[in-house]
């Protein structure tokens, strides 16, 4: 068994992020240990060394233009901001992806095998590219088969991500089958997404029907990770909800959108069920459910704030960290790489 997930350093982690992919990456680290002994009981597999893998997209990141100081910023913050969530450097390897060329190097290999009919199919590229499809970058273009050589490389059996990436997933399990049996070799184990039901989308504060997103011009829409308690308690307070008072469950909030929103956000950070906390309000107004919300926030939030304000004021810890994981990744991609240029013919 063996989990990896990417995630792009593109400026500030939000709620969204947070709850929808970060969270599920510490669960699946924390309960690794337990989860691997129960899997390698029931079938040994290439993975005797199970481990989780995480890392910052940055090749990626190149289909959106940055400054180069920007850039390096977004990496440090963000391996800041997945530490402070929970990522433990010592249990999970964590690195950058451009430290590790095998990244690139499977990815070039793979072009090979993926077709340009599936890519056309990917509704990221649909939405990202826009009306001017000519005008987009390449990278955008073939962005999937890099993230297929991520997930590849490392023979990933487990891929926690959110549920815009279900597609993406898709295609690197057709990439593998057909690497695997065009060139006539059991090389790429078929990953399984891992994506979370109850927190699959956290919508924005503003509009029930629009996802949190950093792409959001007002900032008003979002919960930041790094906003202060203040901040965040207003955002609460200044989301939108409607005059009705709350009902007795969660079902009953269908056609509420912001309502459920803010029900299911707090119903993620305390563990509690959505209609639990219906039931606990029932008959009260927004005015009385926000505040207690707005608490959760704050409670869950501060410690993660705290720990990352901390972590990014040393850069040079930041490095040490993403150096020794780079090296534990380049060591761990290594084999694969390697066949996967002896499967095509290729001298290295
Ligand atoms: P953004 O939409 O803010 O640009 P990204 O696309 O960079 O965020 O997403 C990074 C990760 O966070 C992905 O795994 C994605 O599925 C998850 N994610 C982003 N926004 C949300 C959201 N509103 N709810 C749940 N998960 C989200
Ligand atoms: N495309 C993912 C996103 O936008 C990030 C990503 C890159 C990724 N490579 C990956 C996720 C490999 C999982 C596995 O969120």
């Not at 068994?1 to 969270?23: D, E, F, K, W």
């Not at 107004?285 to 501060?302: D, I, N, T, Y």
């Amino acid at each position: 068994m063996r989990v990896l997930s990417g995630i792009q350093p593109t400026g500030n982690l939000h709620l969204g992020n947070y709850l929808g992919a970060i969270r599920n990456w510490v669960k699946m680290q924390d309960e690794m240990p337990a989860m691997a002994a129960k899997a390698d009981m029931a079938k040994p597999d290439k993975n005797a060394d199970s481990q989780c893998f995480f890392f910052l997209a940055d090749m990626h990141s190149i289909t959106v233009h940055e400054e180069r100081a920007q850039r390096l910023k977004n990496v440090r913050e963000m391996a800041a901001a997945l530490i402070a969530a929970g990522i433990a450097p010592d249990r999970s390897v964590l690195f950058n992806q451009a430290r590790v060329p095998a990244h690139a190097e499977l990815a070039w290999l793979l072009n090979g095998t993926a077709r340009i009919g599936w890519l056309n199919r990917m509704t990221q590229f649909k939405d990202k590219a826009g009306k001017n499809r000519e005008g987009a970058s390449v990278g955008l273009f073939v962005y999937p088969v890099l993230q297929a050589a991520d997930v590849l490389l490392y023979q990933a059996t487990h891929v926690p991500v959110g549920e815009d990436q279900k597609q993406h997933l898709e295609l690197t399990r057709d990439v593998a089958t057909k690497f695997n049996t065009d060139f006539g070799v059991d090389l790429f184990t078929l990953p399984e997404p891992i994506i979370p039901k109850e927190t699959a989308r956290i919508m924005s504060l503003r509009d029930g029907s629009a996802k949190m997103s950093k792409s959001d011009p007002s900032d008003m829409s979002r919960i930041n990770l790094t906003d202060d308690d203040d901040a965040i308690s207003g955002k609460v307070r200044k989301a939108k909800t409607d005059p009705e008072p709350l009902p007795d469950t969660f079902e009953q909030l269908a056609g509420r959108p912001e309502a459920a929103n803010l029900v299911g956000i707090f119903a993620a950070l305390t563990g509690e069920k959505a209609d639990s906390i219906c039931a606990r309000f029932a008959g009260q107004g927004f005015g009385a459910f926000k505040p207690a919300l707005a608490e959760v926030l704050v409670e869950s939030l501060r410690p993660i704030r705290q720990r990352f304000e901390q972590l990014k004021a040393d850069d040079a810890a930041l490095d040490a960290i993403l150096l020794k994981g780079a090296a534990r990744a380049s060591a761990a991609a290594e084999p694969t790489l390697r066949a996967a240029y002896d499967a095509m013919g290729l001298m290295r």
